[in-house]
Each structure stands twice: as C-alpha cells, then as structure tokens.
C-alpha cells in the first residue's frame, strides 16, 4: 500500500467490530457504574444489551434500539466527569479488544503517507480518546447534545448512515482528500454510504448483506479472527480475544438473568411488578 502521488489521502475506519470487537458505546459500562452514573440494574441491562450487539448484525432496528438505551442510559450525566471516567480507564477496557489486523492496517495506511479517521455512530467522549489511543489522524462521532455541563438526552449530531458519508465529504473538503483515491473499511450494511462515498472501499467482518453487496461489486472482504490482540496491544494473558470478551459479556448477562429472576419473585410475592 505505498503512495505514488502527492494527492491527499485517507483511509476511514468505522470503529465497532472493525477495529474494537465490541460496542464502543456500552465498553465503559462497568467503569460507569463504580463511578456512580449507573444504578446496578442499569449496568445488566447494559451487559444485556452488549450480548446483543455481540451476537446480532447492525441492523438498523437493533441500532435504533441500542441509541435509545445508550441515551436513557446517559441523559444527566455530567459530561465533565464521562470524560474523566474515559481517560483514567481507556487503556484497560479499549486496548485488549482491539483487532491486531485493524491495528496493522492503520499502522499500514500510516506507512503510506495516508491519514487515518475513525467514523463512529458512539459518542465523541468515548470516540476521540480511541482514536488518540490508535494514533488516528481525525474523528467524526456522534454528538450529545449539552444543557449546563450534562447530556439533556438529545442528539445534535448522529453520525450514522448517510450522516457517515456527510461527515467523510466534509473532511475530504477541510483536509483535500481525493475520495476516489481514499479507502473505507466498515462491517455493517448501515455503512454503505461511507464505503460508496470512497474509490477503495473494503469489508471486515461483514454482515450477510455487506459479504454479498461486497462479492457482487468486487470489493476487498476481511474477515479478522479473534486472538489475542499483538504484544504492542494488549498486556492480557493469552486466551482468544472472543473468549475474553465472551466471558465477560456472557457472565454480566448471566447475572442480568438471575438478578430479573430473582426481583421478579420478590416483586411476585410483594404482589408489584418490575416495570
């Protein structure tokens, strides 16, 4: 992948289950939680909801449904100290879930003279710090919108879809990238706009929809296993990144089950409901 020519260009990632094996946006739950923004019972709804993504495609309905729960979850929070959470933990809950093979590309891209953009539907508080780790060039998150230092519960910004492809547009006009000279890399069909937007677009770990859209039209498929992450990434002890993460994940949600379990017969013998 070496440049011959002076043009501007870029390589755009988008983030969850491209280059992190998991939600972005759900990651920071159990530091959330030991900081005080979530209650317990919102933490296991969280795991539940990260089981979900883990297992599902992005389908828009199953991404609808995650920026709900991700908005509830986070409206009133003190944007001042999300950050803080972020940064004291992004080493110790990013770094062992980044893809070894994403890590090499954008080290690739970057040997190339080519910048790197992190493109991500999850919130800019959690994107930029991620992208400071990857040693990206840019980022476009999505965007909360802020009421006296917390989240009010709305969006100014959804960096989803086609949004994905107006963000690309904007920086290829900031910055003078040639978008038919610059590549994309995505693993869902929801981000056929930002790999339509490129000349040199690629799918890792595509959804049933993206392989096929992807092998009818001649482009790049990536398909990136789950090891432990290079030495350069990770500091964890050597089991396959998908049993780290399905570990941790298939526990909280085990948890999330007794604990429904075990509220719903209180609730019963109470004569209430849970919800």
């Not at 992004?90 to 953009?117: C, N, Q, T, W, Y």
């Not at 770990?205 to 030495?231: M, Q, T």
Request: charged letters at 20%; a negative charge.
């Amino acid at each position: 992948m070496t440049s011959t020519s002076s043009t501007q260009i870029a390589a755009f990632f988008d983030l969850d289950k491209t280059v992190i094996a998991r939600s972005s946006a759900l990651a920071f739950t159990k530091p959330f939680f030991e900081g005080g923004l979530l209650t317990r019972r919102a933490m296991l709804r969280s795991a539940i909801a990260q089981l979900q993504f883990h297992l599902a495609s992005a389908e828009e309905d199953q991404v609808a449904r995650l920026r709900k729960h991700v908005i509830q979850m986070s409206t009133g929070w003190s944007t001042d100290q999300v950050r803080e959470i972020v940064s004291e933990t992004l080493d110790e809950v990013v770094r062992p879930v980044i893809f070894s093979e994403a890590a090499a590309l954008i080290a690739e891209h970057k040997k190339a003279g080519h910048d790197v953009a992190l493109i991500s539907a999850s919130g800019i508080e959690m994107v930029e710090p991620i992208g400071a780790l990857l040693g990206v060039d840019c980022v476009r998150a999505s965007i909360m919108h802020v009421e006296d230092g917390h989240y009010s519960g709305a969006l100014d910004f959804y960096c989803y879809g086609e949004n994905k492809s107006v963000a690309i547009r904007e920086l290829a006009d900031e910055r003078g990238y040639d978008l038919a000279q610059c590549f994309a890399y995505s693993d869902s069909s929801t981000d056929l706009p930002m790999l339509k937007a490129v000349g040199h677009p690629a799918v890792v770990n595509p959804d049933r929809v993206l392989r096929r859209h992807a092998a009818e039209n001649g482009w790049e498929i990536l398909d990136f296993p789950d090891p432990l992450p290079s030495a350069a990434w990770a500091t964890k002890p050597a089991v396959t990144r998908t049993a780290l993460c399905a570990t941790a994940i298939g526990a909280a949600a085990a948890m999330a089950v007794a604990y429904q379990l075990r509220h719903s017969q209180s609730a019963r013998s109470a004569g209430t409901k849970d919800f």
